[in-house]
């Protein structure tokens, strides 16, 4: 179908819409999805097997479009992480804690 986009006549717009009635989305198709792939001569999608759907077995895969546009990834949040404390070093939590508070009290 990105092949058929990238001809842009109404030919293969009609043969599109013969196998997509929706014209949303074909009009998108022609529009940026051609526009992506224009200096691209094939390999538009990437085909990622899964394995079997639980319910009757059938072959699952995830197909994406190979000039996928990517979302930034916040560096910041990665940098702002909590070191953890070592186990049983400051911040003692659960029995622990409450047998401390326990012998305190009752001492």
């Known amino acids: 179908m990105i092949t058929l986009a990238k001809r842009e006549n109404l030919h293969a717009r009609r043969q599109v819409l013969s196998m997509v009635p929706d014209t949303e989305v074909v009009g998108r198709l022609f529009d ?3 526009a992506r792939f224009a200096d691209r001569n094939g390999g ?3 085909i990622i097997k899964t394995g079997p759907r639980p319910g009757d077995g059938a072959p ?3 197909l ?3 000039d996928r546009a990517e979302a930034p990834k916040d560096k910041e949040k990665k940098s ?3 070191e953890r404390a070592p186990k049983g070093e400051a ?3 659960g029995r622990r804690k409450r047998k401390e508070k326990a012998a ?3 001492a």
């Open 32 to 34: 940026t999805i051609a």
């Open 44 to 46: 538009y999608t990437r």
């Open 60 to 62: 699952m895969v995830f």
């Open 64 to 66: 994406e479009l190979v």
């Open 80 to 82: 702002e992480k909590k």
């Open 91 to 93: 911040g003692a939590t």
């Open 104 to 106: 305190a009290a009752s």
